[in-house]
């Protein structure tokens, strides 16, 4: 099942662009600011007042999202030098973490010089670039340390934290075995708090380890694998005589992509995050995805419905160079039918109906699917589809220029 609901809103702005006698002003991407406001609003009255919120802006870097996120959030976290050139611009004077691998010294100059207010540190060569970096910039730079995320598989071992474990235990609970360009095992994190301690009272000040626990999780799962972060990391940062410490959390807050009318339990988790909170120290979260996603819309029309040995296909205008979501992901992108019934071109107007079908865009590859066999009531050429869930990962991740046909328009509801 891979309908959706459309906003009454959106179905309008649809019906608008069909009515105005053409459909040339699809596809376009449609931004309810107004449905994203009261979505981050909720968010954060769910939260405990001690967690800090912030957005991680490569989720979607739209301004105009940014800035009706930044009504909400206590900040934003940037992946790199371009994010943070474009946040300032953006939503200027708001809190920033610095993030992602690979940062270059120039990156971090840059951040110095903005006043970026944490860095996660990614490596011990990423550490003593800081160092330098906050040494040339005159400043003392507040860092957390990135750990490996996640332990255990979700459900591959009993949630809740590992009490009574050793050190080492409820290191290897909180970053499992893994091996993972990101963040650090216990060997390097450990090789980072012997360079910080032979920097002394120098250029970074360790505030508290960061994690990307999980990826997709609902809120029983992150609050199970915040546990046991906080187990290790209370442990870790004592041993390091780090003060009020602070956990970010990360993101990865599930979006059901085949059940878009399920939300991630934010109640739920800002219970947890609460019953998790010790006074002193901060809990600190970014997701993404569970924020932006359900603001967006990809509207589009039919170009095409053919038949191919006994499977339906409907080719729309655009495709996954637009909304790169569902190749990425690998699930079929929720969508809603707009019919447009008195199009009434000077050719047989081909269609289905109670059929399976599988809409594909303008690429020539055979991965430029949206949506595979899925079954609509009716779909014809020169019908409206309206993708949802398109407000995260989409548009920004896709490959614009293959192909070279034109871009989307954009309108913000
Ligand atoms: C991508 C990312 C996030 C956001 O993840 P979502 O799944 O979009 O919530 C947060 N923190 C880090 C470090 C990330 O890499």
Known sequence: MSTIRLPPRVLELAREAVA????????????DLTALDAHA???????????????????????????????HADGFEVSSGGELEH????????????????????????ALRVGVTRF???????????????????????????????????????????GGASPGELAALVMGEQPSPFGMDLVLLDRCAQTLAELGNGPLRLR??????????????LLAAAGRLLAFGRDWCARHHVTDPEFNLGGGMAVDYRRPEVRFDWDAYGRGLARLARPGETLRIEPGRAVTAYCGWYLTRVLDVKHSH????????????????????????PFAVVPVPDWAPPWPRPGVADTAVTITGQLCTPKDVLARQVTVPRLRA????????????????????????????????
């Open 310 to 333: 006994g499977q339906a296909f409907a080719v729309i205008a655009g495709g996954t160079h637009h909304l790169r979501t569902p190749a990425a992901k690998g699930h079929d992108q």
């Open 382 to 413: 020169g019908d409206v589809v309206a993708f949802g869930l398109a407000g995260a990962y989409a548009w920004n991740i896709s490959h614009h220029s293959f192909l070279m046909h034109p871009p989307p328009l954009f309108h913000y509801l």
């Open 208 to 221: 508290g380890l960061h994690a990307h626990l999980a990826s997709g999780l609902d809120a029983a799962g």
């Open 20 to 31: 105005a006698g053409t459909t040339d002003g699809l596809p376009a991407y449609v931004y």
């Open 120 to 162: 996660h540190v990614e490596s011990p060569l990423e550490l003593s670039m800081h160092a330098a970096a906050a040494r040339a910039a005159g400043v003392r730079a507040d860092i957390l340390l990135r750990v490996n995320p996640p332990g255990p598989a979700p459900g591959a071992r009993a949630a809740g934290p590992a």
């Open 87 to 110: 946040a300032n611009a953006a939503v200027p004077g708001q809190p920033r973490a610095f993030g992602g691998p690979g940062k270059t010294s120039a990156e971090l100059a840059a």
């Open 41 to 71: 609003a909720r968010i954060r009255a769910a939260l405990p007042p001690a967690a800090e919120f912030y957005y991680a802006v490569k989720a979607n870097p739209d301004a105009a999202v940014l800035r009706t996120v930044a009504r």
